[in-house]
């Protein structure tokens, strides 16, 4: 069974930075994909960035490029996103996503196992 624990979250203000933390439990994670997604009021859930464990692959949604890093720490089978130069826009519940195999990267269907959420807000 796979779990996963956010943190990170926060208020900031924008052009500010955050870094968002997901601890994953359960089994070796060699072969899965972790990716982050996020929600805001009234909109479907989007894709962030991902990366595959295996090799550290990443992938970025466009509004993100540039200002979003994902990053991976083996020895704790943590993933980190690291989010600077933060826009209003930018405010939603973000969540953690892991799941076997590297395709379907990019879609909420292509994870089976999710975090609880953690909430950004970015003021302007």
């Known amino acids: 069974q796979v779990q996963l624990v956010e943190s990170g979250g926060g208020l900031v203000q924008a052009g500010g930075s955050l870094r968002l933390s997901c601890a994953a439990s359960?089994?070796?994670?060699?072969?899965?994909?972790m990716g982050w997604f996020r929600q805001a009021p009234g909109k479907e859930r989007e894709f962030v960035a991902a990366?595959?464990?295996?090799?550290?692959?990443?992938y970025y949604a466009d509004s993100v490029k540039g200002r979003f890093t994902i990053s991976r720490v083996n020895a704790k089978n943590t993933v980190h996103l690291q989010m600077n130069n933060l826009k209003p826009e930018d405010t939603a519940v973000y969540y953690c996503?892991?799941?076997?195999?590297?395709?379907?990267?990019?879609?909420?269907?292509?994870?089976?196992?999710w975090g609880q959420g953690t909430q950004v807000t970015v003021s302007s």
């Open positions: 990366i595959t464990w295996s090799d550290g692959s990443t």
């Open positions: 359960g089994p070796t994670f060699s072969r899965y994909k």
């Open positions: 996503a892991a799941d076997f195999g590297t395709w379907n990267w990019n879609i909420p269907e292509g994870y089976g196992y």
